[in-house]
């Protein structure tokens, strides 16, 4: 062979090499994470409130939770409604808050959540919202629209609006069926004892959903 037709030849072994390599040692491929906590976009609320309740049925040690309320608290709410006397009777050190989640109502108007991370004590829990405000009036938004929202919220946010629409906890079996029964909570969701919140999508059933989960008008005027 000449030196011409030697030197494809060999770019033909060295391709085959490399691709026999290849096969022999793939790359791993990262896992795919499909954990969720909240319902699907167009689901039944009722079909979620039962997935919900199936998901703490059979819990065997703390896991991760989603706690969703009936209606937007205030701090103080949270408060009271994640430490009464019927969860502090079960609450150890495997339950706590990690997040609370804001989300400013205002009729007709369609307004961010925001979910801020909280150290296990209520000071954190009360010093949240002024996090969630600050942020929301450096994020702004990418239309006239959106900037006068993000700001709205930021000023309800600020002056201590009932705007909490649910947490993020880590509890016990019975830690988490004590929440359940408190008057102000109107789901309870678990993710699997082995899953992460951090890697998991977070979404609360927000109080306006009442029969399907999907968003509302977004044609009124921003205070």
Request: charged fraction near 20%; include cysteine; aromatic fraction near 4%.
């Amino acid at each position: 062979m000449t030196p011409r037709g030697l030197a494809p030849a060999l770019a033909v072994v060295a391709v085959a090499a490399v691709v026999g390599v290849g096969f022999a040692n793939p790359v791993p491929t990262p896992p795919i994470r499909t954990d969720t906590l909240g319902p699907d976009s167009g689901e039944a609320v009722p079909d979620y409130l039962e997935r919900a309740r199936d998901s703490i049925a059979a819990l065997d040690g703390p896991v991760w939770a989603l706690v969703s309320f009936t209606k937007a608290l205030t701090v103080d709410e949270v408060i009271t409604t994640t430490s009464s006397s019927q969860v502090s009777s079960v609450r150890g050190p495997d339950v706590r808050v990690a997040r609370v989640m804001y989300r400013v109502p205002i009729e007709r108007v369609q307004t961010p959540l925001m979910s801020v991370p909280v150290p296990d004590n209520d000071e954190a829990v009360r010093r949240s919202p002024g996090v969630a405000a600050t942020r929301l009036a450096s994020l702004g938004g990418d239309t006239d629209r959106q900037q006068q929202v993000a700001l709205a919220s930021a000023k309800q946010l600020s002056a201590g609006c009932a705007c909490a629409v649910g947490v993020l906890v880590r509890a016990t079996p019975e830690g988490l069926d004590a929440i359940a029964r408190e008057s102000n909570v109107r789901a309870v969701e678990a993710l699997p004892s082995d899953a992460s919140p951090w890697l998991a999508a977070v979404r609360p059933l927000l109080p306006e959903y009442v029969d399907v989960v999907a968003p509302g008008p977004d044609d009124g005027p921003v205070p």
